[in-house]
């Protein structure tokens, strides 16, 4: 069955650390492939996506995000957490060809940023 | 509009009641999505327009579950004989296009609470 997978349902780093969040999907062909941050009581917000060409993409805020194909994983990224990113973060894929409504996300990572 | 705005932000109902839900996406774009997310969950479809045709709808939930888009821009998604499973944050997103190539923008949502 096609899928998202964030294996991890809470994070924990002190400021000024590094970050990874893990995304892994599962689907017959590469997938476009989206970082979304909710904050709580906002809607999604779009943090850099991925269609095709550099696996090695740079969003807003300082993050980024490597496409493995190998491992089909779409890790995000970023070098030193500020108190401010502490917020839930969802991988999201849609399908390639495609026209329409198949976009699906994962369960979500929720970061808390400790002083 | 610079945004997908939703209102009302939070609607409590009691259970039996009909509500519904508004969603102004943003001007010009051609696709409009309906997410129900619950608590501690990633944002779950529900249905899909591109123009006023409701060209998805496989992810609603329930025959008391109905949206539209009469002409093509504010959606209305509306709940009749509401249930407690009902309760969660109804999401809105719109595309520019309707090629999952584009990312979607999403509103910050109504949360329905059903007692």
């Known amino acids: 069955a096609q899928s998202v997978t964030q294996p991890d349902i809470h994070i924990t780093v002190s400021e000024g650390a590094s970050l990874e969040l893990r995304c892994n999907y599962s689907y017959g062909a590469t997938p476009y492939l989206f970082w979304y941050v909710q904050s709580p009581g906002q809607g999604l917000q779009l943090l850099l996506k991925y269609f095709s060409g550099d696996t090695l993409v740079q969003g807003i805020k300082g993050f980024e995000a490597e496409f493995k194909r190998s491992q089909s994983s779409f890790n995000l990224r970023k070098p030193s957490v500020h108190w401010s990113d502490a917020a839930e973060y969802f991988c999201a894929v849609a399908l390639q060809p495609n026209t329409g409504n198949q976009f699906y996300f994962g369960t979500g990572t929720s970061l808390t940023v400790i002083p | 509009g610079a945004g997908v705005s939703q209102s009302p932000r939070y609607k409590v109902a009691k259970r039996g009641q009909d509500v519904a839900l508004r969603c102004d996406p943003i001007s010009g774009h051609v696709s409009l999505f309906w997410y129900q997310q619950a608590l501690g969950q990633g944002p779950e479809f529900l249905t899909y327009f591109q123009n006023e045709a409701q060209l998805d709808k496989s992810g609603l939930p329930s025959d008391r579950f109905f949206a539209e888009r009469p002409e093509g821009s504010v959606s209305t998604l509306k709940i009749q004989r509401t249930q407690q499973e009902d309760s969660a944050v109804y999401l809105c997103?719109?595309?520019?296009?309707?090629?999952?190539?584009?990312?979607?923008?999403f509103g910050d949502g109504t949360r329905l609470s059903i007692l």
């Open positions: 997103a719109s595309r520019a296009t309707g090629v999952s190539d584009q990312p979607q923008h």
